[in-house]
């Protein structure tokens, strides 16, 4: 679907746990998560630490649509 | 003794009635070989006979598939063919789709062997692999001397019911059937002699090779988030409560589109997730963990980004065949360009 959303001319970041699936279908934009059950947040650190890490991944992810990229990059 | 019948399948250009603007016209029949059914004649040699050749446009089988099936299969039926030859279609797309169609409906109808060609990146070749014998061969017609050769001989071996030997041996691309076999050596010793290759930097060959998967170049950055429309997609699963388009938890076949229109955050009361590939359990009480709303609409209401488009889209990604998944994207990714989408986030568990 990543693929297919870029080849009609979308740029497109995908965010997943598992980065070495995400490298191998061919996403470019790539934003690790944090984990299968609770990609964007960790509920064990409880609501408010887990929203933190979420919006702090939201914004990585916008970071990483306003960058340059010439081939799949991974955004750390 | 009596010659073997074949009957070939080709397209209005093969046949020499015009080009693309003649891709239109619907099946017929003509008795004997035309075009590349002269090579087949030659190749098959006295004991076999072409005895018949039906031709139908591209687009009119693309758009009228059932039609078109019914139709060429009477014509074919009338041939009592023993054998079927359909193309080869090199990398016509269209073209690959109904030969591997026609063949794949002849086989089944008349319980004889049937063959095809094309191209390895004909997108006929995913749909039909598990199902026909496709030789490889070159991306033009230019190859059609060395593809029908191959044709040929792989055709006869079936009608005289032959042990079709590997894909290496014959020319077809691998059908996915594994086949035990008594090796030399045995796996630790194979493997070692890979590895000492491998780092000898020697070529090799693998026995499991991986799947190939194709690429695409990534779009341009986006110039300015601030006035950007974003939407999200996810093969997470999410879906209203009820799960309202029965969206499988698995090996999904379909996809689906919700709103968001007003809401400040995927309320658990709202939504559910079906995947059936992770503990659901923190994503029950929280969806906002796959589709994160929450975090979206302040960042918009903080002028972060342009805007949310007021729906997402959904989908299981567990056990789902790359052929759907690339399906559901192609689909989803025209009603995201007209709705002027400038950016996508795609969330996977």
Known sequence: MVKEIERAGIPVVHMCTVVPISLTIGANRIVPAVGIPYPLGNPLLGEEGSFKIRMKLVKKALKALETEVDGQTVFE | MEKKRVVHYINNFFAGIGGEEKADIPPESRPGRIGPGMALAEVLGDKYEVVGTVICGDSYFGENIEVAQEKLLSMIGDFKPDAFVAGPAFNAGRYGVACGTIARAVEQKFSIPVITGMYEENPGVDMFKKDLYIIRTGNSAADMRVAMPKIGALLKRMMEGEEILSPEAEGYIPRGIRVNYFADQNGAARGVEMLVKKMAGEAYVTEYPMPVFDRVDPQPAVKNIKKARIAVVTSGGIVP??????????????????????????????????????????????????????????????????????????????GTSIGNAKGFGEQFSKKLVEDKVDAVILTST
């Not at chain 2, 379909?254 to 995927?266: A, H, N, P, R, T």
């Not at chain 2, 503990?279 to 918009?300: I, S, Y």
């Not at chain 2, 488009?309 to 959904?314: I, Q």
Request: glycine share 10%; aromatic share 8%; hydrophobic share 30%.
């Open chain 2, 241 to 318: 409560q009820g799960n309202p388009d029965r969206i499988e938890s698995s090996s999904a076949t379909k996809y689906g589109i919700y709103s968001i229109e007003g809401m400040d955050m995927m309320s658990p009361n709202d939504f559910m997730t079906i995947h059936g590939g992770y503990d659901r359990a923190f994503v029950t009480e929280n969806p906002n963990l796959v589709v994160p709303l929450d975090a979206l609409r302040q960042l918009e209401r903080e002028g972060e980004i342009g805007e949310l488009v007021n729906y997402f889209v959904t989908t299981t990604g567990t």
